[in-house]
Nanobody, 115 residues
Framework: QVQLVESGGGLGQPGGSLRLSCAAS????????MGWFRQTPGKEREVVAF???????GYGDFVKGRFTISGDSGKATVDLQMNNLQPEDTAVYCC?????????WGQGTQVTVSS
């Protein structure tokens, strides 16, 4: 099975920036949709951003222009540039890959925003 490896999580300050990265352990087949989700205890998992094979991108409503997704969906790699971080951005961020042949989730990386 394809495994997704995430990096870049950690501690950020309000108004600061972090960059998350995700890459597949092996080259997957088919067309891929790549994305980032986040989850906080007591809340449902929510979409942060996604990148389709066509290059189309989308963001959750809470992003409000602060984050930018980039990568290569064909190679199953994706990054998330997070700017103007706020305390409510604190969550576990998980990388996602979806294709006709299967779906994969990363283990998740903790992002904590605090002064």
């Amino acid at each position: 099975q394809v495994q997704l490896v995430e990096s870049g999580g950690g501690l950020g300050q309000p108004g600061g920036s972090l960059r998350l990265s995700c890459a597949a352990s092996s080259t997957p087949g088919g067309l891929n949709t790549m994305g980032w989700f986040r989850q906080t205890p007591g809340k449902e998992r929510e979409v942060v951003a996604f990148l389709e094979n066509s290059g189309f991108m989308g963001y959750g409503d809470f992003v409000k222009g602060r984050f930018t997704i980039s990568g290569d969906s064909g190679k199953a790699t994706v990054d998330l540039q997070m700017n103007n971080l706020q305390p409510e951005d604190t969550a576990v961020y998980c990388c996602y890959r979806g294709a006709t042949g299967g779906r994969n989730w990363g283990q998740g990386t903790q992002v904590t925003v605090s002064s």
